[in-house]
């Protein structure tokens, strides 16, 4: 009878505690995970990412725009009205702002010509071609003042000769197409005026206006002219021309990279300047709710330590006192009498102080 009371008392007893144990480790890795300082530190990553995903969206956008004003326009093209009836042929026509001062500029003219027997009689003609500044002068005295010429150049150009017989061949495979209309009996004439000149600082070192005029023995008939002006890329505007991808990767890579870490110095700096403000309570209770669940391992096992050397102690005393045998089973009943009488005083004591 005494022993099944035993049993059921020291059950009663130990089975709370090792439930309480078993909870605590159970719950110890989520405590860590949902701390104050696990919750700082996901926040912070999750700032760093908005941070880091803005930060390369904003390099993009950097690097286009600082390719469509580092890299100039390409390809610049004029179509020039000529002027007839009054000496040689001749036209202006006004430039768009577009040209970079030190970049090289391939210019030519091109011409589209009927082979007429005039034409063909009037043999080699000259080009000339004349870019021209904005006047110097303003006001009412710029309407008199002529434009100031920046670049000129005079250059020889002629026809293509070809043999009757080669002649009257070519129109007649092309017959086909000039009777449709999909082509027209031309030649087309470019010729080179001027190669890789460049324009000094300054707005008006820049052309704003050309001029130009076939000069020739006799009349000519003349279709188009058109004034082409091209870039040629040299250094970095040629490696980032010919190659926009790569170009683009290494460069926003540049722009991000430097941005991240300016960024970063920042956040650090004033992080830093944040917790230094912070007063040393806060910062205390912050470190003892970390270590809370630590503590209370400890306290418990210690508990069960102390509980179990009062127990020892209780049976030495009873064995002291009773020794001999008959009374012995008598004092296994008051040794388990007192003792968990004891362990009831000595845990509710320990619960208290804890």
Do not use: C
């Not at 390409?74 to 768009?96: K, M």
């Amino acid at each position: 009878m005494a022993d099944s009371e035993y049993t059921d008392d020291e059950m009663d007893y130990e089975s709370p505690s090792s439930q309480a144990i078993v909870f605590d480790a159970f719950l110890a890795p989520f405590r860590a995970l949902f701390s104050r300082t696990a919750l700082r530190i996901y926040l912070n990553i999750f700032l760093f990412t908005i941070a880091t995903l803005a930060l390369l969206g904003v390099s993009g956008i950097a690097y286009a725009i600082f390719y469509l004003r580092f890299i100039p326009t390409v390809g610049i093209d004029q179509n020039v009205h000529l002027q007839f009836g009054d000496g040689h042929p001749w036209g202006t026509v006004s430039i768009e702002p577009d040209f970079v001062h030190s970049q090289p500029y391939d210019v030519a003219v091109v011409l589209e010509v009927p082979p007429t027997p005039s034409n063909l009689d009037v043999g080699n003609f000259m080009v000339d071609l004349t870019l021209l500044a904005p006047p110097s002068g303003s006001g009412l005295a710029a309407v008199s003042n002529k434009p100031n010429p920046i670049h000129h150049s005079r250059r020889p150009a002629i026809l293509t000769y070809t043999s009757p017989l080669v002649d009257v061949a070519r129109r007649v495979l092309r017959l086909p197409l000039y009777m449709v209309g999909w082509q027209r009996e031309a030649q087309i004439l470019e010729v080179p005026m001027m190669e890789k000149i460049e324009f000094r600082r300054g707005t008006r070192n820049l052309p704003q206006s050309l001029r130009l005029e076939l000069q020739s023995d006799g009349k000519m008939q003349i279709y188009s002219v058109q004034v082409e002006f091209r870039a040629r890329f040299t250094g970095m505007r040629w490696f980032m021309y010919r190659w926009k991808i790569m170009s683009f990767m290494i460069f926003s890579s540049m722009f991000w990279t430097i941005s991240l870490g300016s960024a970063s110095l920042t956040w650090f700096i004033v992080s830093s300047i944040w917790q230094s403000g912070t007063p040393k309570e806060e910062l205390k209770e912050d470190s003892d709710d970390d270590l809370k669940n630590d503590t209370e391992t400890e306290e418990t096992s210690s508990l069960d330590e102390v509980v179990k050397v009062k127990d020892e102690e209780v049976d030495t005393k009873l064995l002291q006192s009773y020794p001999e045998t008959g009374i012995e089973a008598v004092g296994s009943g008051l040794e388990s009498a007192e003792g968990r009488g004891i362990q009831k005083r000595r845990m509710h004591s320990l619960e208290e102080d804890q």
